[in-house]
């Protein structure tokens, strides 16, 4: 018997299998490399994700700074895809049989992971416990900001390497992002009228209101658009993926100068590749994937972070993964005053 919209939900709409396929033989290759080339990056990569683990728990407090995690995996684009496209099953909850009608769906989502695997540096996966890094953009990036290569590897670590501890600190935060996606694939059945009410409502928000984080621009629109249970879903998704950017942004910095000696110069050419505006197709390309939005949690997540942590103290800061209800909400994020009022010290 054929399941209805609400039972169907999305892990059956996409065939993560397809997915990973398709993305993976439309991935580009990347930059250049002689063998030499190549094989010094991987080892660097490896090398660099081991030497941040310390300096990542020592500064944030978070678990044994002698603590020896699984080696990170330094990967090729299309490797990345396959990850990716196994966490997506994960996190929407696949059972990996696919079916006809979800085909179509996982050649579009492949397309999507190809164009995303040539700008990610590196991922950790929640889910499978897995830090990777992608090697060919590393390079690509330290080669188009001449910056030193040994110090950009490790620079990116630090940050990846946040990821996982974040996530070994708070084990939690797996669960409530598959409860999260969940509920954003659940089909609510509403008036045509409510549904248009709140298409009045996003048409008007998008034309210049700078409210908090993901309530603009097409993620805002979306937001508008969905009921009640779905909205509050994906500010939860939202609010927790620019606190974990904004965090893994905050301990790379402050790490930074004690192991990067050339973290400032790093950080201000990172900063401005991230301004840079590419050609109209990308940037459309850009904010239809929510690529924007995540350059906006970078610097929202972090300005909440520091503010946190200069005028609380990393202590009482951390105690952000001790559960969903600490856990800061959008508002909170743009103002973090808020969050200081509402968790007790």
Avoid at 20 to 43: E, I, W
Avoid at 280 to 295: N, Q, S, T
Wanted: charged share 25%.
């Amino acid at each position: 018997m054929p399941m209805s919209g609400t039972e169907r939900g999305l892990s059956d709409a996409i065939d993560w299998h397809v997915a990973a396929d398709v993305g993976a033989r439309l991935a580009r290759p990347g930059p250049a490399m002689s063998d030499y080339t190549r094989a010094t990056a991987l080892a660097e990569l490896a090398s660099a994700a081991e030497r941040a683990e310390a300096p990542v728990r020592e500064l944030t407090g978070l678990g044994d700074p002698g603590h020896v995690p699984p080696p990170a995996q330094v990967v090729d684009r299309a490797a990345w895809v396959r990850a990716a496209a196994a966490s997506m099953s994960d996190l929407t909850g696949s059972d990996d049989s696919g079916s006809w009608a979800a085909k179509p769906a996982g050649v579009q989502a492949g397309a999507m992971l190809a164009y995303l695997s040539s700008a990610v540096l590196g991922q950790y996966d929640p889910f499978s416990r897995t830090l990777l890094l992608v090697a060919p953009n590393v390079v690509a990036v330290e080669r188009a900001l001449k910056v030193p290569t040994a110090d950009f590897r490790l620079w990116v670590c630090l940050h990846e390497v946040t990821h996982r501890v974040q996530f070994d600190r708070a084990p939690w935060m797996a669960d409530m992002m598959r409860e999260s996606a969940a509920t954003l694939a659940d089909a609510v059945d509403e008036p045509f009228t409510t549904v248009a009410g709140r298409l009045v409502t996003a048409v008007r928000d998008l034309r210049g209101e700078d409210g908090p984080v993901g309530r603009r621009g097409v993620l805002g629109f979306v937001r508008t658009l969905q009921a009640q249970p779905q909205r509050e879903a994906l500010d939860r998704m939202l609010a927790l993926g620019t606190l974990l950017e904004g965090h893994a942004d905050h301990v790379m910095d402050a790490v930074g100068p004690s192991v990067v000696p050339s973290v400032a110069r790093i950080r201000r050419a990172f900063d401005n590749r991230r301004r840079r505006s590419s050609n109209p197709v990308h940037r459309l390309i850009r904010v239809l994937l929510g690529m924007d939005a995540k350059m906006a949690q970078y610097v929202h997540g972090k300005r909440f972070v520091d503010t946190v942590v200069e005028k609380v103290g990393m202590e009482r800061f951390n105690t952000v993964w001790s559960s969903a209800e600490m856990l800061p909400t959008l508002p909170e994020i743009d103002d973090p005053d808020l969050w200081i009022a509402r968790v007790p010290g």
